[in-house]
């Protein structure tokens, strides 16, 4: 009963149910069993249009299978809200989904994370973008947001370790400069608390970075 209803909703969106050793074409696929089981959890409603949002936007109808039905069901309920304020604004938000290239990048991702979830993921992310902010149901926590936003602001931790290289870098030659010629490592051995290599690396980094400067100047 359930395939023959799974098989009655596809029709209704001219997605042709193949075998499951043939390559599916646009408007085809072999996923009945996966949609049989939207369909048992989820309802009828569900997925229609789970199947509209896949076989009536641009660029999709050969790629429904079992992940990407699981991802936009997923999509579906996260985003309920965003469906019924503005239907239309959904299906334009997938018109420009490249859903072929997310299913085949998250590929990469086999054996390590789940498939559905990695695309549906990928999907929010531009399902958002392309949406100009609409987002799913789920409360923003805005004291995260705002962590993220500081983080962004600052530099990374290599940014702050090759700013205080330079920096000492730069000391370190003023002190070169400054000593007779032949007494800086003694200088290195007894003051600056880092090895001559170290030394040497810093000093390289500042010249380089002077060099820079002077180019662009």
Partial sequence: MTEALVRSICAEFDVEIIPANEMPKPGQTRAVNTLARILEKHGEGHLRLVLSTL?????NQGLINEYSAWATSDLVLACSKWIEEDASDWFQAWDRIPLGWLMWT???????????AALAGAMYVLLVHYSQGR???????????????IAEGEPS????????????GKRLL??????PRGEFLAWVDREAGLSYQTVQRYMRLAREADQQERSAA
């Fill in 55 to 59: 076989a009536e936007t641009k660029n």
């Fill in 135 to 149: 987002k799913a149901n789920k409360d923003v926590d805005y004291n995260f947001l705002r962590r993220i936003q």
């Fill in 174 to 179: 003023e002190v070169k400069a400054a000593l």
């Fill in 157 to 168: 931790k290599h940014d702050r370790n090759r700013e205080k290289a330079l920096e000492t």
């Fill in 106 to 116: 998250s590929q990469e991702l086999y054996g390590i994370v789940k498939q559905r």
